[in-house]
C-alpha cells in the first residue's frame, strides 16, 4: 500500500491542524494507520492509531485529549485533527500502515510508510 500525508502547515500555539493520510494499492481497510512524528535531533515517536474498522483507537499520552483520529474506507483517507496545538509538537509527521490486528506503537510495527508532512507551531 502507497501512503501520501499532507496538510501540515505553519500555526500558532493554541491553533488546529487536520493532515490527512491517503492511501492506494491494497486494500486500505485491512490495515492499522498510524501516525508518528520526529522532531529534529529526536527520535520517530507515536502519536496516535486507528484500527482497521475504526473502532479501537489509541494516543500517545503527549497529544491524549487534543489530538483524534478517524479513517473513511470508502475514500482511503485517515484523519488527525490537532487541536490546542503547542511548540513542542512541532515535527514532521509520517503516517503508516501496519497489516496486524494489534495497534502498535513502535515504528518497527508498521510496514509501510508515507513521506512526511511538516507542522510547525509558533509560541
Known amino acids: 500500500v502507497q501512503l501520501q500525508a499532507s496538510g501540515g502547515g505553519l500555526v500558532q500555539a493554541g491553533g488546529s491542524l487536520r493532515p490527512s493520510c491517503a492511501a492506494s494499492?491494497?486494500?486500505?481497510?485491512?490495515?492499522?494507520i498510524g501516525w508518528f512524528r520526529q522532531a529534529p535531533g529526536k527520535e520517530r515517536e507515536f502519536v496516535a492509531a486507528?484500527?482497521?474498522?475504526?473502532?479501537?483507537?489509541h494516543f500517545a499520552d503527549s497529544v491524549k485529549g487534543r489530538f483524534t483520529i478517524s479513517r473513511d474506507n470508502a475514500k482511503n483517507t485517515v484523519y488527525l485533527e490537532m487541536n490546542s496545538l503547542k511548540p513542542e509538537d512541532t515535527a514532521v509527521y509520517y503516517c503508516?500502515?501496519?497489516?496486524?490486528?494489534?495497534?502498535?506503537?513502535?515504528?518497527?510495527?508498521?510496514?509501510?510508510w508515507g513521506q512526511g508532512t511538516l507542522v510547525t507551531v509558533s509560541s
Open positions: 503508516a500502515a501496519d497489516s496486524s490486528y494489534y495497534i502498535g506503537t513502535s515504528p518497527r510495527e508498521y510496514d509501510y
Open positions: 494499492g491494497r486494500t486500505f481497510s485491512g490495515y492499522v
Open positions: 486507528i484500527s482497521w474498522s475504526g473502532g479501537r483507537t
